[in-house]
């Protein structure tokens, strides 16, 4: 890394972890917090803008982040939400201390980026007013092509009608929360991401970017999209590589929660290539300010 890289001030972001990997995971590739580190180191533009990830416990020690003190320049540019093993409409206490702090956090602190992961693109949508439930169409496991919206397109700067991401979810959203728009879609999951935009009349960047970083939001053009959002969601995971995948699906085929044709489904899709470093890590990025090159 440079010298003019390391002289900039760090992006601060937090994750809130919903779950712990299984084992065969963990002893591989770490906590989620460390998953989700290197999903954005690897999709960070050029591997080199410097950033902080906090992690937070929010099932078993219930932890947030103190979101209050210090100046909003100094406090979180965004706050990502992990998947997790749970059910996001399960009525148990961590779940919707959770969903409270979430709809909490969108009204008072607008000028924190929200980003939603499988549960945590679930659980923004029931603390927003959609609707998330068991889905009866069943799994869907490994690389699966989502059908973008034009808006999707133009959030993932791509042409292409689908992109291909990795999923591991039985629950999903089934109507989007007021406000937002639709991303994309597939046969079994009608909302495969949303995006809610600021108003039009709210400050760019809602005061929380210095204006003398050239390298961040006030670079990018007055008219991109991800410059204007607030919170951004995806079922998929593009935090996961096919070895995460591939571990997962022996540990739910093995308990039962898997039967042979998903499992079977599963395993013939989680090699293929996908964007979980690519168009969608990307995407995440410019919410958070940070340009990056034209995709190609």
Known sequence: ???????????????????????????????????????????????????????????????????????????????????????????????????????????????IRLIGICFGHQIIARALGGVCERNPAGWEVGVTDIQLTDLGKEVFRTQETNIPIQQMHLDHVTSLPPGFELLGSTAKCPVHGMLLKYPEDAPRYAGLISQEDKNIAPSLPKTDLLSRTHIITVQGHPEFTTSIVSRIIDAREASGRMNEAVVAEGRANMARSHEGIGLVGRAIWRVLGVETEPDK
């Not at 990997?21 to 290197?38: A, C, H, K, N, W």
């Not at 906090?54 to 947030?64: M, N, P, S, T």
């Open 1 to 111: 890394m440079s010298t003019e890289n390391t002289s900039r001030k760090p992006i601060k972001l937090a994750l809130l972890m919903c779950d712990t990997p299984i084992p065969s995971v963990r002893e591989q590739f770490g906590t989620y917090l460390d998953i989700f580190r290197t999903q954005l180191q690897l999709s960070n533009p050029n591997q080199s803008f410097p950033f902080t990830l906090d992690g937070f416990d929010v099932v078993d020690a219930q932890e947030y982040p103190d979101l209050d003190s210090g100046s909003a320049e100094d406090g979180y540019r965004g706050i990502l939400i992990s998947g997790s093993a749970h059910t996001a409409h399960e009525d148990v206490p961590w779940i919707n201390k959770l969903v409270a702090w979430v709809a909490e956090v969108a009204r008072t602190h607008s000028e």
